[in-house]
């Protein structure tokens, strides 16, 4: 089985300060992880995704994250928080080819992130 | 125009009542789901299909069920809905290639059950 857990449901920073949202996961085959962004009253948008290759992994609006095996990690940075980022974030795991949850995605219970002037 | 709608975007029905809720994809995917979202939930699998005649529960499939009646098409089914059913639902799609194809979600149907 798989699972996702985001650290912190609501995260709040000041308008250019660093955004870090925190995701640990567990799979017991090699995971593809994933970052969504859903802003109000939308459905999910894809930011970025890890499958293989390098660990650093950039999406759209300057987001990125970097997949630490050894930590069971991907968390989600941004170097300078913008207004337009108000938004809840999603990290997901889907399970590799030779698991039960092959193609299916797993994701975490989700952090709001709030920008302050 | 949106590649993947969900209708209605909104609903309020009574307890007990059977209701439907319908996904088109106009991106050509044959894989489709369908999640319900939950305040510090996150999103859960209800049903997903991965070609017209393959349909599969997910997670938390009791007290729905579905129909994939095309490619294009994938609805969601509450056969006697109950309160704890309000909830925001979402379907989404994508492409079989390899085992991590993005999943591309429509806006939602907010429903609520009374």
């Known amino acids: 089985a798989q699972s996702v857990t985001q650290l912190g449901s609501h995260v709040s920073v000041s308008e250019g300060a660093l955004v870090l949202l925190r995701c640990n996961y567990s799979s017991s085959v090699p995971p593809y992880l994933f970052w969504y962004v859903q802003y109000p009253n939308q459905g999910l948008q894809l930011l970025l995704k890890?499958?293989?290759?390098?660990?650093l992994v950039k999406g759209i609006n300057g987001f990125e994250a970097e997949f630490k095996k050894s930590e069971t990690s991907f968390h989600l940075t941004k170097p300078s928080a913008h207004m337009s980022d108000a938004a809840e974030y999603f990290c997901?795991?889907?399970?590799?080819?030779?698991?039960?949850?092959?193609?299916?995605?797993?994701f975490g219970q989700g952090t709001i992130l709030t920008v302050h002037p | 125009d949106a590649d993947v709608t969900q209708t209605p975007r909104n609903r309020i029905t009574k307890t007990g009542k059977r209701i439907m809720l319908e996904c088109s994809q106009t991106k050509g995917h044959d894989r489709m789901y369908w999640y319900r979202q939950d305040p510090g939930l996150g999103l859960r699998l209800i049903y997903y299909?991965?070609?017209?005649?393959?349909?599969n529960k997910g997670e938390i499939s009791d007290g729905y069920s579905v129909s994939r009646q095309a490619q294009a098409k994938f609805s969601l089914s509450l056969e006697s809905a109950i309160p704890n059913q309000t909830a925001l639902y979402f379907c989404?799609?994508?492409?079989?290639?390899?085992?991590?194809?993005?999943?591309?979600f429509g806006p939602g149907t907010r429903l609520l059950v009374l």
């Open positions: 997901a795991v889907q399970g590799g080819a030779g698991g039960t949850s092959y193609g299916k995605l797993t």
């Open positions: 890890y499958t293989t290759g390098a660990t």
């Open positions: 299909s991965f070609d017209v005649k393959d349909i």
């Open positions: 989404a799609t994508s492409h079989t290639g390899t085992a991590q194809e993005t999943q591309y």
